[in-house]
């Protein structure tokens, strides 16, 4: 069992190193708000970043943004500097691919194996040990990854060199920002050409429509009893998350010349639907709201 220290455990990193911990290994944890440490059961407290990382095997990061990684890894007192070479670094925050790409340099330099590692499944993934890695990396570190991966997770894919676990995250949320306003707007359109929401949902989850959006997530209640349609938009995935992945796919499309006009129209959607009072906490799902509002039944 391995030494593993784990830095950042909110929503999904405190239930994640409960598994590390559920699964053997010795647990030294830190976070910023020290109720966070104090909830994960099991894990060591630690004093700072560095103090979780010094002596560890492996450092997994769970951090909100590539400004939040790139301090606690480089910054003053920075993980990288105070873990021992050959160890392993796991960053399984959501951050953009150059910050990543950035970070992975800086730990060859340091001689510590860098994975970015992003993760999709939410807080119930988190909690269940199913979470879905997406990992960029060398061959090396993804092998000795995997073991502490498997802690956490269900489903390990290995998607590359450096940077291409994020490239992979910020691919399938723009997909899925995109299948959710699409799905929200038949919804309304059907609500307002006085067609039944459930007899859409039979129809299109059984046609050329069908997405995930529609037949995990639906955004009106009733076809779908576990989406969070059914619970007043409580999320779930929340909005803000959404438009923070959405920005990221942005930004990585611009730095690499790609044309995705849908995906900037997705994230002008999810912006508008933030800016209005207490949207940006609610399930992703809830944009649905914007098409109603505007054409109402
Ligand atoms: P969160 O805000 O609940 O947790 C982040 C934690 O990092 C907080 O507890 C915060 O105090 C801590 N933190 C911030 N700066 C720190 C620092 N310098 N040192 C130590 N701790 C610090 O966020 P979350 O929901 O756990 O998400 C974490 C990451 O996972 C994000 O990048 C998010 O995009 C991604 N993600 C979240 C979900 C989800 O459903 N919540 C799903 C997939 C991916």
Redesign the pocket.
């Known amino acids: 069992m391995a030494r593993i220290g784990f830095?950042?455990?909110?929503?999904?990193?405190g239930p994640m190193a409960r598994n590390l911990v559920k699964a053997g290994h010795e647990v030294v944890g830190?976070?910023?708000?020290k109720t966070?440490i104090g909830a994960a059961a099991g894990v060591r407290p630690a004093a700072s970043?560095a103090d979780a990382a010094s002596g560890a095997d492996a450092v997994v990061t769970?951090?909100?943004?590539g400004a939040?990684v790139r301090?606690?890894l480089t910054g003053k007192g920075g993980v990288l500097a105070a873990m021992k070479p050959g160890a392993l670094l796991i960053d399984?925050?959501?951050?953009d691919v150059a910050t990543a790409r950035d970070m992975e340099a800086a730990a060859r330099a340091k001689g510590v194996l860098l994975l970015d590692a992003?993760?999709?499944g939410?807080?119930g993934g988190a909690e269940a040990g199913t979470l879905t890695f997406m990992v960029g990396g060398s061959e090396e570190a993804f092998a000795k990854a995997r073991p502490i991966l498997d802690n956490m997770g269900k489903t390990i894919v290995h998607a590359g060199g450096p940077g291409n676990g994020q490239a992979a995250k910020i691919c399938n949320n723009m997909i899925l920002g995109i299948s959710m306003i699409a799905t929200s707007e038949a919804f309304a359109l059907a609500a307002r050409l006085g067609l039944d929401a459930q007899k859409l949902f039979d129809i299109s989850s059984k046609s050329s429509g069908q997405c995930w959006s529609m037949t995990s997530y639906c955004p009106v209640p009733g076809p779908v009893p576990t989406s969070p349609a059914n619970r007043n938009y409580k999320a779930g995935?929340t909005a803000a998350?959404m438009l923070?992945d959405l920005k990221l796919a942005q930004e990585a499309a611009a730095t690499a010349g790609a044309l995705t006009p849908l995906g900037a129209e997705a994230a002008q959607v999810y912006g508008l639907f933030c800016a209005q009072a207490g949207n940006a906490a609610l399930d992703f799902s809830g944009v649905i709201g914007l098409f109603q509002e505007r054409n109402p039944a």
């Open positions: 830095i950042g455990l909110g929503n999904m990193g830190f976070d910023l708000v966070n970043a769970m951090l909100p943004a939040h301090e606690v399984s925050s959501t951050i992003p993760v999709s939410g807080v995935f998350m923070k």
